[in-house]
């Protein structure tokens, strides 16, 4: 399984990114989407999920809002609209495939990473 983040880049206080990743190697649509960050000094973190059909979202209380998580199981792509971005939210942002449909916020319930892709927002 392959995954390809694309998309990141720097980016002024309260603009917008978007990022894609491109899965190969699975049945696409039979799996859970997520995205996680990791800022420099910091753990992992849960950012949002997308379940297999895309009816079902799920976001960490300090992007609730702001992102979008959003999938297109016709192209195998899975997208992360980032809008009114704040310093905090620079990280090194990692597309991941759940190893169930309905996806969850914890890193044990993922089998499948991208490389990942930087975000840096300037003050």
């Known amino acids: 399984v392959q995954l390809q983040a694309s998309g990141g880049g720097l980016v002024q206080t309260g603009g917008s990114l978007r990022l894609s990743c491109a899965a190969s190697?699975?049945?696409?649509?039979?799996?859970?989407m997520e995205w996680f960050r990791q800022a420099p000094g910091k753990e992992r973190e849960f950012v949002a999920a997308?379940?297999?059909?895309?009816?079902?979202?799920l976001y960490s209380d300090s992007v609730k809002g702001r992102f979008t998580i959003s999938r297109d199981n016709a192209k195998n792509t899975v997208y992360l609209q980032m809008n009114s971005l704040k310093p905090e939210d620079t990280a090194v942002y990692y597309c991941?495939?759940?190893?169930?449909?309905?996806?969850?916020?914890?890193?044990?319930?993922?089998?499948?990473w991208g490389k990942g892709t930087l975000v840096t927002v300037s003050s």
């Open positions: 997308i379940n297999w059909s895309g009816s079902r979202t």
């Open positions: 991941a495939s759940a190893a169930t449909m309905y996806g969850s916020r914890e890193i044990r319930d993922i089998d499948y």
């Open positions: 190697g699975r049945t696409f649509g039979m799996y859970a």
